[in-house]
């Protein structure tokens, strides 16, 4: 139990890592390839995959990958903060997002 608890959490912090690495990368490529902000969301999208490998090895695939959809969320909140505008289309998406992944994870168990 405590070892799914574990890989949950580490889902769940690559999800946020996966999300920073596109906000930097999205950021830094208004300045170059090269860019700090460029080059900082890679190293962090490569440590998001380090940490998604690193969860797999105490959770189940099945479980685990469903969650990576969350990404999806954190990316369209940070995009609305950042002045994007959400529309009604693209809120019920999220919250299909958020319900699917809740299930899948659910029915994984």
């Known amino acids: ?12 912090f690559c999800t946020f890592l996966g999300t920073a690495a596109q906000i930097f990368m999205k950021r ?3 300045n170059g390839f090269f860019d700090w902000e ?9 440590l998001a995959g380090i940490v998604f490998m ?13 969650m990576l959809s969350l990404g999806f969320v954190w990316v369209t909140i940070s995009a609305w903060i950042m002045g994007e505008s ?14 699917g992944s809740a299930l899948l994870s659910w029915r994984a168990q």
Request: hydrophobic letters at 50%.
């Open 86 to 99: 959400i529309t009604i289309t693209r809120s019920l998406g999220i919250t299909s997002v958020i319900i």
């Open 1 to 12: 139990m405590q070892r799914n608890r574990l890989s949950l959490f580490l889902i769940i």
């Open 38 to 46: 460029t080059l900082l969301g890679s190293g962090l999208l490569i």
């Open 54 to 66: 690193f969860s797999l090895k105490w959770g189940k695939l099945s479980s685990l990958h469903p």
């Open 28 to 30: 830094g490529m208004t």
